[in-house]
């Protein structure tokens, strides 16, 4: 219970940089019922992260499956520093890049979303698939749990925590300082560092394991 509560709070906190990156979408729902739109909205992005958490826990049992002792513990140090880097760059230590060529791609998807105004559901669960390190973080998470089901609920605790910053990001963004959700999305990144470091030591023997 305690690893989904970090989970939950990592989403919670960390949407406050969902904020920046993606508070613009929910404006552009134009539906007869503010709420329901809203809720619509990001019922389809908590899809498409479960529908990746189930991926990435496939993709964890297969790798766990193989069963190859120094191969595991390859992937637990390869995914456990891609949760740092994640991590750091949530807490602005790395600057974040863009990928040039695929500039391109995602604008075309902007303006993809932009012909779903009227269908928040499908505007969220394309808004899911957007690139996001916060998201990325918590899809090693679920990589990291080898089990679809786990990976699914992993994910869908990590929407749910997002849900009240992008349900009130208009207001949120007028009451709350740059600073403190600055400070707010920080706190985010530490919780998504941890979870690296335990990913090491655990494929270490260091930590808990099956």
């Keep these: 219970m305690l690893e989904f ?5 990592g989403g919670f906190l960390g949407s406050y940089h969902c904020i920046g990156m ?5 404006s552009l729902i134009v539906y007869k019922n503010f709420w329901v739109g809203n809720i619509l909205y990001n019922s389809g992005r908590i899809f498409t992260y479960i529908f990746l958490g189930f991926l990435a826990g496939f993709l964890g ?3 766990h499956s193989i069963g190859f002792q120094y191969f595991q513990k390859g992937l637990s140090l390869i995914l456990g520093v891609g949760m740092i880097i994640f991590g750091l760059q949530i807490t602005g230590n790395i600057k974040e890049k863009g990928v040039p060529f695929l500039d391109p791609i995602f604008n075309t998807i902007a303006d993809f979303l932009n012909q779903f105004r009227s269908s928040p559901f499908f505007l969220g669960m394309f808004n899911g698939f957007l690139p996001c390190p916060l998201v990325y973080a918590f899809l090693i998470k679920a990589v990291i749990d080898k089990d679809p089901v786990k990976g699914m ?7 749910l925590g997002t ?7 208009a207001k949120i963004i007028n009451l709350i300082s740059p600073y403190t959700r600055k400070n707010l999305v920080r706190l ?18 260091t930590g808990h394991h099956h």
């Excluded at 993606?22 to 929910?26: H, K, L, R, V, Y």
């Excluded at 849900?163 to 990001?169: D, E, G, Q, T």
């Design 22 to 26: 993606c508070g613009f979408i929910p």
């Design 153 to 159: 609920l992993t994910m869908a605790v990590f929407g």
């Design 5 to 9: 509560f970090l989970v939950f709070l």
């Design 163 to 169: 849900v009240p910053a992008m349900l009130f990001s």
């Design 61 to 63: 049992m297969y790798f």
């Design 188 to 205: 985010a990144g530490v919780i998504v560092i941890l979870f690296g470091i335990w990913t090491i030591l655990r494929g270490f023997g």
